[in-house]
């Protein structure tokens, strides 16, 4: 069986930082395109910003410059540094990731999801 969870959310002021992880467990060979997606109340699911295995980076033009997300391969754990946060920035915060299974195949796996809320 394989899981992902995020962690590391919380009520931040407006500026402030947050680092979200989100850790991958179970039967896993490799993982492959990491993602982060947010969610705000009202609104649809968005991408924030993804990570290749090779470590290469793409951002929602909402986030370039802010936030960066890198990953540990060693530790099968993603990570979404958010720096100078926003009101706007307040969401709950998804993890996304393929990743190939030891045993057959491959699949997209998502976490339950992480709080962020940011204050003005």
């Known amino acids: 069986q394989v899981q992902v969870s995020e962690s590391g959310g919380g009520l931040v002021q407006a500026g402030g930082s947050l680092r979200l992880s989100c850790a991958a467990s179970?039967?896993?060979?490799?993982?492959?395109?990491t993602e982060w997606h947010r969610q705000a109340p009202g609104k649809q699911r968005e991408l924030v910003a993804s990570i290749t295995s090779d470590g290469s980076t793409n951002y929602a033009d909402s986030v370039k410059g802010r936030f960066t997300m890198s990953r540990d391969n060693a530790k099968n754990t993603a990570y979404l540094h958010m720096n100078t946060l926003k009101p706007e920035d307040t969401a709950v915060y998804y993890c996304?990731?393929?990743?190939?299974?030891?045993?057959?195949?491959?699949?997209?796996?998502w976490g339950q999801g992480t709080q962020v809320t940011v204050s003005s």
């Open positions: 179970g039967s896993i060979a490799s993982i492959g395109v």
């Open positions: 996304s990731a393929v990743i190939r299974r030891n045993w057959n195949g491959s699949g997209r796996y």
